[in-house]
Each structure stands twice: as structure tokens, then as C-alpha cells.
């Protein structure tokens, strides 16, 4: 049976530049490497999880303009249902990227995303109810994300909350959650959150799963890093597609803790996506 997953969120066109460190204060630094790429933490982990082989339904909105062709285009050929991502009277959101050799750094321009509310939410609820799980994150609107976990919930549709980037609503929405997925600053400012699964992602060094109070680490493989950007979708997109196959929590960590390394291995977000076969051939190659 192929899993089915509902994305509400953002989607982003990302300009990433490639320094070989942070500018100073009134310092002009020459760009390495400048690239563009279809992100947004939303769309990303539609990508993510359709790379995985599930059945995408994403749902957001994005502007009349050349940046939303692009992101729609991307999409496409990754067989993500794009029917409801509406097209609004704003610019596509934008990301501007900074990666240097220890880091990266976004800054965004939400554009049409702001304009997700409870409405255009309601409008596919039937994809919502359809899906085996959904995802949330935090590019797009408090209203949207709620609206979205209470028409999951009603369905018995799996809720899973990345409150990335954090925002004061983070707290009210990881009620509505059945997991939650955090990294350590976002971990700290939710404070003790009511939810039986908690997965907590720590880069380089992989993860920890608390399911009640039970906790498991799982180490990550070792890999060189070109572009961290994306890891935590790739993550998230493999983790809860893995979930829904296996059932468990911890085997799906360990497999999205491989997905989030072959990612930083690549340059960009979608671009860096693995599928089942690039996971176990990054595995196979680390044993």
C-alpha cells in the first residue's frame, strides 16, 4: 500500500551563496559560488518524503511569477500533487542563503507564504484526511498549522511538528502534535512538551528519539559536508515516511539520521534528497 503524506507549508526559491567566510562588519566579500534552488521548509519535505516513495499532497501558496514556476515545475517532477498550492497577489517566497566551511545562514522573505491561512487549509482537507500523517513547520502561518492539525486529528491522521523556524505559536501548535521533531535550540524553548514522541536532532552527531520516557541515540554516519542546508527536511521527510512503514520510532530515526547525512553531501536542498537506494548505499559504503 503506497503511504500517504500531507504537507502544509512553505515554498521557497533559495539563492544560496558559497563564502569562504562570514562578511565583517562593512566588509565586501567576493561569492565563491552563488546557485538558485527550489526550497522552503514545506516543500522541501514533500520532496523529501516522495523521494522515499510515498504519495505527496503539498499545500501552501506562492505568487504569479517565474520564481513560482520553478518551485512548481520541481514539484512535478518529483510527482508531489501540487492541485492545492494557490496562487496569491504576492511575490513567491524567497531565501537568501550564506554557507561557509563551518555553517549556514538564512534569511527569509515569506512573500506568498504569509498568505496561507485557515481557508486555503480547509480547501484540501480531504487530502488532509486522506494521509496517513502530516507534516507542519514553522514558514507559515499559526492559523494554517492549527487548522491543519485539527482537521488531521479528527481523521486520525498521524500529526508530526517541526517548530523550525521557532515562533511564539510553536507552543500552542506542539499540543495539537502527536511528534514532534526539534533540534536543540528548538527543544530548549518548547520546554516540556506533552507529546509521547519527541525526536531531537543533533547534526553530525544524529539524534535522540524519547518515546515516553524512554530514551535511544542514534549516531550518524560520518560524510564530508558540502551544503548542510535541507538536512533537517530530508530528515523529517524520510523519518515520517519510514514511521508509516515500520511503526516504529527508532528505526525510523536511524533511517532519516542516514537521509539528513547523504543530504549535507550535496549542494542545496531538493537537490540533495536521497531515495531508498542512495540510503542504503550510503550505509552499505560506511560499514
Known amino acids: 500500500m503506497t503511504i500517504r503524506i500531507a504537507v502544509v507549508g512553505s515554498l521557497n526559491h533559495d539563492l544560496t551563496v558559497f563564502v569562504p567566510h562570514r562578511p565583517g562588519k562593512d566588509e565586501t566579500l567576493h561569492c565563491q559560488d552563488m546557485n538558485e534552488f527550489r526550497g522552503g521548509k514545506g516543500s522541501n519535505q514533500a520532496v523529501a518524503a516522495a523521494r522515499m516513495g510515498a504519495s505527496v499532497a503539498m499545500i501552501g501558496c506562492v505568487g504569479d511569477d517565474a520564481r513560482a514556476e520553478f518551485l512548481l515545475d520541481g514539484l512535478e517532477l518529483d510527482g508531489v500533487d501540487h492541485s492545492y498550492v494557490t496562487t496569491v497577489e504576492a511575490p513567491t517566497g524567497l531565501a537568501l542563503i550564506t554557507v561557509d566551511p563551518e555553517d549556514v545562514s538564512i534569511v527569509l ?59 511564539e505559536a510553536a507552543k500552542e501548535i506542539a499540543v495539537l502534535a502527536d511528534i514532534l521533531v526539534v533540534n536543540s535550540f528548538e527543544a530548549e524553548q518548547l520546554g516540556d512538551a506533552d507529546t509521547n514522541v519527541v525526536v531531537k536532532t543533533l547534526g553530525a552527531a544524529g539524534c535522540e528519539v524519547s518515546v515516553g520516557e524512554e530514551k535511544t541515540y542514534i ?64 550505509l552499505k559504503r560506511k560499514s
Do not use: M
Open 219 to 282: 549516531d550518524a554516519p560520518a560524510v564530508s559536508v558540502v551544503d548542510p542546508t535541507g538536512a533537517g527536511d530530508a530528515f523529517l521527510g524520510a523519518f515520517a515516511v519510514s514511521l508509516i512503514d515500520v511503526k516504529d520510532p527508532v528505526i525510523a530515526a536511524s533511517i532519516a539520521v542516514a537521509a539528513g547525512s547523504y543530504s549535507v553531501t550535496v549542494a542545496g536542498a531538493q537537490p540533495s534528497f536521497p531515495t531508498q537506494d542512495d540510503i542504503a548505499d550510503l
Open 109 to 167: 522573505v515569506s512573500g506568498a507564504n504569509a498568505f496561507l491561512d485557515a481557508t486555503y487549509v480547509r480547501a484540501a482537507k480531504s487530502k488532509i484526511v486522506e494521509a496517513d500523517a502530516l507534516l507542519l513547520q514553522g514558514e507559515v502561518s499559526a492559523e494554517a498549522s492549527k487548522e491543519a492539525a485539527l482537521i488531521a486529528a479528527s481523521a486520525g491522521t498521524l500529526v508530526v511538528y517541526n517548530p523550525a523556524p521557532f515562533t
